[in-house]
């Protein structure tokens, strides 16, 4: 699992102060890692248990967000379109989302979402033995309708 968590540091570029929402739904250690990953620069990491859209509705900020890591979320979600409404609004333009879910479940769903969202650069990672690693960049769409 550590040759996994050090793949996985490496699809982030820290910079001082830089701002994640990590919404966790199965890895403790993707948590501890984020944190002291941000750390040394002043980072902040800000971690969402809760699958109750309108507690997330609240408490994700609009454009707070450098990264998004959202583990094993997304596929249990009652209303994934909500949830990635609620999502899209926290991370900054041209900001990432990460998105990790058990390797056994279908992952078009996610895709088509990302897609919607205006995400672009989407590339699915073979890092982790049981998660499935999708990232993707919010792309800025000034002037689209």
Same mark, same amino acid.
Request: hydrophobic residues 40%.
């Given at each position: ?14 910079? =001082? ?15 501890? %890692? ?5 750390? =040394? ?18 408490? %994700? ?28 609004? !926290? ?20 895709? *088509? ?6 995400? !672009?650069? %989407? ?16 792309? *800025? ?5």
């Amino acid at each position: 699992m550590y040759k996994e968590l050090e793949e996985f540091l490496c699809l982030f570029n820290v910079v =001082p102060r830089v701002s994640i929402l990590n919404l966790n739904n199965c890895c403790d250690d993707i948590t501890k %890692i984020l944190n002291n990953l941000v750390s =040394p620069f002043d980072g902040t990491v800000t971690t969402l248990d809760t699958d109750v859209l309108k507690e997330l509705k609240v408490k %994700i900020k609009r454009s707070t967000y450098d990264y998004g890591v959202i583990s094993n979320f997304v596929l249990n979600s009652a209303d994934k379109e909500m949830l990635f409404q609620i999502i899209n609004k !926290g991370i900054r333009d041209s900001g990432h989302i990460i998105i990790l879910e058990e390797k056994d479940k279908n992952l078009d769903e996610i895709y *088509h979402l990302l897609e919607e969202y205006d995400y !672009g650069a %989407i590339s699915s990672i073979d890092i982790f033995e049981d998660y499935s690693l999708i990232m993707g960049k919010k792309l *800025h769409m000034w002037g689209m309708d």
